[in-house]
């Protein structure tokens, strides 16, 4: 079965510091992953997906097979970006639509 | 998108009641599920809602304390039998228009049992 990992509960940075949010997953097939991102007083809602290969809101994140790892970035965090961060993975066949979730990541950047 | 409606948004209620939570969607959606989001752990997949036969269950959780009922194609409800302080949580629907992953969620339910 699959499994997620955020081995952070607690992240603290700085205005303009660098940000990186961890998340290791376990899955012999090809999973797809997931970052979804819930502000305070506002629904979780999806950020990014690994097989987009895309920047939202100057977040990225790479998918390492070799590392079985799909860690979250930002070069310059900023004070908007204090949320849970949750990373997800679809594993694909009979789970088809279904996301197993890591324990989510609480972000706080500060001023 | 897919907007969600949740009912109750927070109850408080009494050990060894049941409550029922109501998940209503904008529009027709193949795939409905629910999550369990507890203080400081992960968002837990309950079961996932089949439309017109008996919902999918995941490991660790049973139909005798979260009976689950989708009538139709917008809307689904998830019943918390028998509660106790350890169903103490936020209760969430999501849904998938296309099953690649993109879930979107319900503000959620938030259930305190005394």
């Known amino acids: 079965a699959q499994r997620v990992t955020q081995p952070e509960k607690l992240l603290s940075v700085f205005k303009g510091a660098p940000v990186e949010l961890k998340c290791n997953y376990s899955?012999?097939?090809?999973?797809?992953l997931f970052w979804y991102v819930q502000y305070s007083r506002q629904r979780l809602q999806l950020l990014l997906r690994?097989?987009s290969r895309e920047s939202i809101k100057g977040f990225t994140a790479d998918l390492n097979k070799g590392e079985t790892s799909f860690h979250l970035k930002k070069p310059f965090a900023q004070e908007e970006d204090s949320a849970m961060y949750y990373c997800?993975?679809?594993?694909?066949?009979?789970?088809?639509?279904?996301?197993?979730f890591g324990q989510g990541t609480i972000l706080t950047v500060h001023p | 998108s897919a907007v969600i409606s949740q009912k109750p948004s927070r109850d408080i209620c009494q050990r060894g009641t049941s409550l029922t939570i109501q998940c209503q969607v904008d529009?027709?959606?193949?795939?409905m599920f629910w999550y369990r989001q507890q203080p400081g752990q992960s968002l837990t997949l309950i079961a996932t809602?089949?439309?017109?036969?008996?919902?999918?269950?995941e490991s660790g959780f049973v139909i005798d304390k979260f009976p689950i009922s989708r009538p139709n194609l917008t809307f689904s409800t998830l019943t918390v039998s028998n509660m106790s302080p350890e169903d103490s949580s936020i209760y969430l629907c999501?849904?998938?228009?296309?099953?690649?992953?993109?879930?979107?969620f319900g503000e959620g339910s938030r259930l305190t049992v005394l």
């Open positions: 809602a089949n439309q017109g036969s008996e919902a999918t269950y």
């Open positions: 529009s027709q959606v193949t795939m």
């Open positions: 899955y012999s097939g090809s999973p797809e």
């Open positions: 690994h097989i």
């Open positions: 999501s849904v998938s228009r296309t099953g690649a992953g993109e879930l979107f």
């Open positions: 997800g993975i679809n594993a694909g066949g009979t789970s088809y639509g279904k996301l197993t």
